[in-house]
């Protein structure tokens, strides 16, 4: 099969014609979170930056979450941010055979005499893992990798640096003299697996405030130097302006803590980047700030919102639907949901039955009134989360009840079939190939020849009266003209 081709940019788009390009948001997963506090050493939150990876040898997705407790001492030092200090934060391990369902397994590596809130150590009977603390980019499973003990792969956060490490198991993790990298608190790691190159966008401060830096690597031992590649702009500040507005307009949302409209800026909070069909995209989390919190806090009140963005190069990107949302904060009276004071995006999705599954971080709140701190509503604050879209399903092009049409520029003919991700079950879609330099519709190939597809479908073959498949045509470079009726068209390709 060959990669197909998505409509999410222009790249291989000629004329476009009656036709709108629409963003489709993921679903949120009934029951919101997949994986809840539950244990005293997570009781107020556990965070993922990483999707689940799956081990072929064990046959199980592996999960790395930071959980983060409570300190020793009642009468806490009481911070802002919706969490007391002096708490403590742990490397935690959990599995799952479908990706919804997950185990904490007890596996007894460390004791960690350190007492909770009631002065209770934890015992050995726990999923902590054997590391230091620092919120861990993975684990990402190397497939390329001859070296079992380093199969899994990922970068620790110490405190403005990354440093990398590697495992067999994604339990047991080592440092094997690798130099560290330079980044601020949030960071992402990737594999572009078709190309054998990890990826890690990088925060450091730049145009607006927080900036992402690129930096790749073929052997995750040395890497590129950084460059700037993704920040906000003078939009975002406009967008950003509206979206808090809406926060504090809407009674349905849960409003920011802090508000002063000098203070309202915009800048980019974290930025995943993952390889899908051929190009590069990413999930960028505008963070909207409301304001700086009281003096001797160096944070903000915020609200977030999820775009989209693609590239070709993984250096120039390009927003995604006019910079619409892509995954929005839930509002609280919404059972069972965590997202509704902020939400922090993973590396991407993971391709799981036939859909695109979204993990990412809900967070309860942002900030806390110094009252509903004293009544620990810190507790249970932060889950894993997930939502879910059609596979290829980021963007599609729609038509109307009116015709609408796209041709394609010059592409070659890379297999016997076509095949659409198409839904048009009230509708139709139906294809005519033309030839690439002249745009001459080739004979038995038009739109009258086409049986017309009027399903809704991930994977529908095109079919012509005359012709039932392209075997006449392999390895022509040809264009193709796709006509949609009440109908939308997300991806084809050749098979």
């Keep these: 099969m060959s990669q197909k081709h998505l409509f999410i940019d222009d790249h291989e788009v000629e004329r476009l014609t009656n036709l709108a390009r629409k963003l489709h948001q993921p679903a949120r997963f009934t029951g919101h979170a997949v994986l809840r506090p539950e244990h005293r050493w997570e009781n107020c939150g556990i965070q993922i930056r990483t999707i689940p990876a799956w081990d072929p040898q064990e046959k199980i997705f592996k999960m790395i979450y930071l959980a983060s407790a409570e300190g020793p001492d009642p009468e806490v030092k009481l911070d802002p941010t919706g969490a007391p200090a002096g708490g403590e934060g742990f490397y935690c391990y959990a599995t ?9 397994p007890a596996l007894g590596l460390h004791d960690y005499p350190v007492p909770l809130w009631n002065g209770v150590p934890i015992g050995g009977k726990n999923n902590i893992l054997p590391s230091a603390k620092g919120l861990l980019l993975g684990p990402i499973h190397d497939p390329h990798e001859a070296d079992p003990s380093r199969r899994f792969k990922g970068l620790a956060y110490r405190g403005g640096s990354l ?83 809406r926060f504090f307009d809407d009674p349905a949302l849960l409003k920011p803590v802090y508000s002063r409209p000098e203070e309202w800026r915009t800048d980019v909070y974290n930025f995943p980047v993952f390889a899908y069909e051929g190009l590069y995209l990413a ?81 309860k709140y942002r900030s806390l009134t110094l009252e509903d701190t004293r009544q620990r509503q810190y507790l249970d604050s932060s889950a894993v989360c997930m939502a879910r879209l059609r596979l290829d399903g980021f963007v599609s092009l729609k038509g109307g009840i009116e015709s609408g049409s796209v041709l394609t520029k010059p592409l070659a003919v890379e297999g ?46 095109v079919r012509w009266r005359e012709n039932a498949d392209l075997s006449g045509l392999a390895g022509r470079t040809l264009r193709f003209r796709f006509s949609i009726l009440r109908g939308e068209l997300y991806a084809f390709w050749f098979a």
């Design 283 to 363: 999930l960028p989390v505008l963070h909207h700030w409301s304001a700086k919190h009281p003096p001797m806090y160096e944070n903000v009140d915020s609200r977030k919102t999820v775009e989209l963005a693609s590239s070709r190069d993984l250096r120039h990107w390009e927003r995604v639907a006019d910079r619409a949302p892509f995954i929005e904060q839930a509002p609280p009276g919404q059972h069972g949901a965590y997202d509704t004071g902020q939400l922090v995006t993973t590396n991407g999705p993971l391709v799981r039955n036939r859909e695109l599954w979204f993990y990412y971080v809900g967070l």
């Design 163 to 245: 440093e990398p490490l590697v495992s067999p198991d994604a339990i047991h993790w080592e440092n094997p003299g690798l130099a560290s990298l330079s980044s601020a608190d949030e960071s992402h790691l990737t594999l572009d697996e078709e190309r054998r190159l990890f990826i890690a966008t990088v925060k450091h401060g730049g145009p607006y405030g927080r900036s992402f830096f690129l930096t790749t690597s073929e052997d995750f031992s040395h890497w590129t130097d950084q460059e700037l590649v993704f920040h906000a702009d003078q939009v975002d500040q406009e967008n950003g302006t509206e979206r808090l507005q």
């Design 96 to 104: 799952s055979t479908d990706g919804v369902n997950w185990e904490k």
């Design 416 to 461: 016997r079939e076509l095949r659409l991700n198409v839904d048009a079950w009230r509708g139709q879609v139906k294809v005519e190939i033309l030839d690439a330099e002249e745009e001459r519709v080739l004979p038995g190939f038009g739109l009258e020849d086409c049986l017309p597809a009027s399903v809704d479908s991930i994977d529908e073959p």
